[in-house]
């Protein structure tokens, strides 16, 4: 992710644009459903998205782990974990690409796994589904898991 505008001690700013884009994110996730899905797939576009989900969850201004536990609970009582939530939409949208998926077998398989490795549980265990999901796309297509 390119540097942020905000100096690292603008937290309150940084947590606000975070919380912009990740109601943005909820907004405009049924528009890309519905209008870039069926016969008008655009791949970019779902590129685009997975790759600014992917970016926002592992933003190092949402890194709680790293913060002091009253900071951490004042954040999470003001905005939640919004990596959550945006790990929930990449979920969703997942499971809306249909036979779409087989697009970004093996593309987003890296950074999928890099969302992963953020250290909150919740996190990783929306995730793992998708990589279930991944492995038996990978099998229907190729018979396989080879290269």
Same mark, same amino acid.
Do not use: C
């Given at each position: ?11 309150v ?21 519905k209008?870039?899905? $069926?016969?008008?797939?655009? &791949?970019?576009?779902w590129?685009?998205y997975f790759? =600014?989900? *992917?970016?926002?969850?592992? #933003? !190092?201004?949402?890194?709680l ?17 919004m ?5 929930y939409?990449?979920?969703s ?5 249909? $036979?779409?998926?087989i697009h &970004? ?7 999928? =796994?890099? *969302?992963?490795?953020?250290? #909150? !549980? ?26």
């Open positions: 992710m390119k540097m942020s505008v905000f100096p690292r001690d603008w937290m700013m940084r947590l606000l644009t975070s919380n912009i884009i990740v109601t943005t994110v909820q907004y405009l996730s049924s528009a890309l459903h209008n870039f899905t $069926e016969t008008d797939f655009d &791949f970019k576009v590129n685009s790759s =600014l989900a *992917v970016l926002f969850i592992n #933003q !190092p201004s949402l890194q782990e790293i913060i002091t536990s009253t900071k951490r609970k004042k954040i999470l009582d003001k905005y939640g974990d990596r959550v939530m945006m790990a939409e990449l979920f949208m997942w499971q809306n690409l249909g $036979e779409h998926k &970004f077998i093996p593309g987003m398989i890296g950074p999928f =796994l890099g *969302v992963t490795l953020v250290p #909150q !549980p919740e996190v990783r265990n929306i995730m793992i589904p998708i990589f279930h999901d991944m492995m038996d796309w990978e099998q229907r297509k190729n018979g396989n898991f080879k290269q």
